[in-house]
């Protein structure tokens, strides 16, 4: 069986746990080259001990946990504010997510183990821009914007302006994600998020989705429907979230969007599984999720 954790040494490292946000802009502005930041090092250390990252020489960690700026859930004036070093655990634990953006809280539930999300960060999910990153399609359902800073400034942009490819992202050298953001979802709104993977615990997805709908005497409004491990990043499926749109759900109209979900997407075939599988099981998921939120508001 593959060793998942891998039996590689560390490098030899200089090792920075700035306590302000201030601290890390200096670092970031003097930091020696080679330097990685890091979070809850659940991705970089099993990376680095499987030989997928490697330093030729002596590398800067630079540690954002000392950092309580950077860790926090908010809700004010209508928007969810999360700290991008928040972990995992506090989300799933948060009374806010749990009542303003329970797709995300579902998302995080079928994520690692307690181990892994009492360490790991939303933001280091979303900064290694993986295509099966987990927290990506609710986030991408909730329409939510990242921040990032660094010593030249702060800007601000669409989280599927920010993804651009399998573990890239638009993300500078000496930026780090400070925040992500989102309108709280609405009372009337229903969510759900659905993946599989090739077991059923601490699993790394083979397809994911995120579904949100504004049901209005049973009239679909406002879809959104994302899916993760289809395509290079995490993405939305547009045209069924428009077929869906203004439709009283049945069992007909679910399985229609379950068809144009599959016909949208292009999945490739990797070591877990094949495009083939992917596609039927992306429509599988859609329609269990569509059918879930119905349920949800009967
Ligand atoms: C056993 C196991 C199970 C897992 N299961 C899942 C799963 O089910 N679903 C899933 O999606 N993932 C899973 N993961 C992957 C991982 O736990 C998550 O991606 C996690 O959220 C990463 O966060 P971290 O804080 O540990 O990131 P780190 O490992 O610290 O960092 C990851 C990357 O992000 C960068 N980074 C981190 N934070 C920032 C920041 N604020 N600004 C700029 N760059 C930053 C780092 O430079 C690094 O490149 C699993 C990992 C393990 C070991």
Request: net charge negative; with cysteine.
């Amino acid at each position: 069986m593959k060793n998942f954790i891998g039996s590689r040494s560390l490098p030899d490292m200089i090792y920075h746990a700035p306590e302000s946000i201030e601290k890390l802009f200096l670092l970031l502005s003097d930091a020696a080259r080679p330097f990685r930041i890091v979070a809850g090092c659940t991705d970089f250390i099993p990376a680095v001990r499987t030989g997928r990252w490697s330093f030729d020489e002596e590398v800067t960690i630079i540690d954002l946990k000392q950092i309580k700026a950077l860790n926090y859930i908010e809700h004010q004036g209508g928007m969810v504010h999360i700290g991008a070093c928040t972990r995992l655990t506090q989300i799933l634990e948060s009374p806010e997510i749990q009542e303003k953006a329970p797709v995300l809280a579902r998302a995080v539930t079928t994520m690692g183990s307690w181990q892994v999300r009492n360490t790991a960060t939303i933001g280091g999910n979303i900064c290694m821009s993986s295509p099966a990153g987990d927290t990506i399609p609710a986030l991408l359902v909730l329409d939510a914007r990242v921040t990032l800073a660094g010593p030249d400034g702060e800007e601000e942009m669409l989280l599927k302006e920010f993804l651009t490819g399998p573990g890239q992202n638009t993300m500078e050298d000496n930026q780090v994600m400070t925040r992500i953001s989102f309108p709280a979802m609405e009372k009337n709104e229903t969510a759900c998020f659905k993946k599989i993977g090739n077991r059923t615990a601490v699993i790394i997805s083979i397809v994911s989705t995120a579904v949100r709908i504004t049901l209005e005497h049973g009239v679909c409004r406002n879809v959104k429907i994302a899916m993760g491990s289809v395509a290079p990043t995490p993405i939305r499926i547009n045209r069924a979230e428009a077929f869906l749109e203004g439709k009283r759900l049945d069992q007909e109209v679910i399985h229609r969007c379950g068809a144009l979900v599959s016909e949208e997407i292009s999945p490739i075939t990797d070591l877990r599984a094949s495009g083939d599988y992917r596609r039927d099981v992306a429509a599988t998921l859609v329609k269990r999720a569509i059918a879930e939120c119905m349920e949800e508001k009967e």
